[in-house]
Each structure stands twice: as C-alpha cells, then as structure tokens.
C-alpha cells in the first residue's frame, strides 16, 4: 500500500453469528472511532446488531490497538498509530482473515455478502481496505462509512490525509487512488454500493466533500445521507444510522 509494514499486534475480537443457530449469509467487520472509542461504541453496536440480526451476517469488531485488552500503543502513544497507518494495517489483516475463516467454516457458500464499514477514524481505514480477489465466494462489497472524519482528515492523517480522501472517491470512481494494494493490479475492485451516513451538525466542510464525491461516482454506486440533530458523537440518534442502512439496503 505504499506504507512500511507495521508489527502485528493482538487485538481484543468479537465474532458475532446470527442468532438461533442461523447459518450467515455473509460477512461484515466494522472499525471503531477514537478518543476513548471501543466496539462497544453506539455507532458501532447498533450497526453491527442490525447487521447480525436483520442482514444475517457474521459481524466482526475488534477494538483498535490499545483500546480494551488489544497490545500496542494507541493514538496518544504511538505517532505511526496517529496518522492512521496500524489502523489500515489492522484493517486488513482482520479483512483477510475473517474472509479466510468464513470460508473455512462454509465452503458451500457462494455470492456471500460482505460489508466493509467503519465509524470515525475506523471509516478511513475501512475506506482504505479492500477486499482480497482471490476469495470469489463474496460479491462486490457494500461499503458503510459513518461519520467519516471529513474536518479531522488533516488532522488525523497529516500529510496522508489526500490519500486517504482519494481511497474513498476511488470506490465511487473506480480509479485514482495511488496506495491500492499491489494484488489489483491497478485496478480497483467492483463495488456493490458506498453509503455515506453523517450527522447534521458534524462538519461545516462536509457539504463540499459530498459535491466532490458525487462529481466522481462514475460507478453509479454513491448513496450519502445527512441526519437532521445529530452530531458526531451520535447521543440520542445512534438508533438512525441502522434505520439509513436498512432504508439504503432495501434499494438493492
């Protein structure tokens, strides 16, 4: 991806099946925000019940290094884990090593859905992942990036914060992002969809990033929703992120 490696570290990991002994129907994993956040975070715990119990899927949550019972050092520790490079990292080992275990546990799944999601921080890293081309038992990947950092960017990433903007309008895109990962090819992955879900009073900068965004969806595959009352934080309207979902998924 353009990166050194970084170490691999433990990281705390819940595995969540559908409930009643339902067999999955897919996969999703879905990364946390940061300043105190965990996968126990609204954001995240909502999602990932609706997607576990109303989609059907195996759900995969792990709490960012640092954070719970995970190793390493954290955003305040560790310059590297600050602008987000541990992040991707971990992003992506947990992406391909839920794939391979999915695959273990059911190898006569074929067209399994998967779903790349993130809140906060966790929508850049998931925005910067993609999923490996040699499991063909998935479809295309629906993207969810909540909350997606649009003012925090540069903050976050410092000077990696242009790339990271561009990992994202390559879904929509389907080209110009310079760190995908060298397996494509150059070539980026066919999408199913990227949902985009921030609250009405995160970002005074977010309207101009849904303008650019949309100019390059040459893919078709773009769906942005604000939520009127909400901020980042989410508070009270933590329950409308899987309403949005669910709404955006019945279109499909």
Known sequence: MGQGPSQEVYLETRVENPPDGREPQGLALIAHGRLGGNFDQ???????????????????TWNARGI???????????????IGDPGIDDYRRMLRESMDRFVQDYP??????????????????????RPFPWFSQFRPAHYILVSYPVELNPLIG????????????????????????????????????????????EAMF?????????????????????????GHAWDDKAYRIPEEVDRWLSRF
């Open 206 to 230: 977010y309207g101009m990033w849904t303008g650019i965004l949309g100019s390059k969806n040459a893919r078709g595959v773009l769906t942005q929703v604000v939520v009127d009352g909400a």
């Open 68 to 82: 719970g019972q995970s190793g390493g050092g954290n955003e305040w520790t560790d310059f590297s884990t600050w």
């Open 108 to 129: 006569h799944i074929q067209g399994a859905q998967l779903f790349i999601c993130g809140y906060s921080a966790g929508a850049i890293f998931a925005g910067c992942s």
């Open 158 to 201: 410092i000077h990696k914060s242009g790339s990271y903007f561009r990992s994202v309008e390559a879904l929509v895109q389907g080209w110009g992002w310079e760190n995908l990962p060298h397996e494509f090819n150059g070539k980026e992955p066919d999408v199913s969809g990227v949902l985009t879900v921030t609250g009405q009073h």
């Open 42 to 60: 609204p954001p995240v715990r909502l999602l990932a019940d609706y997607l576990r119990d109303k989609r059907q899927l195996r759900v995969v």
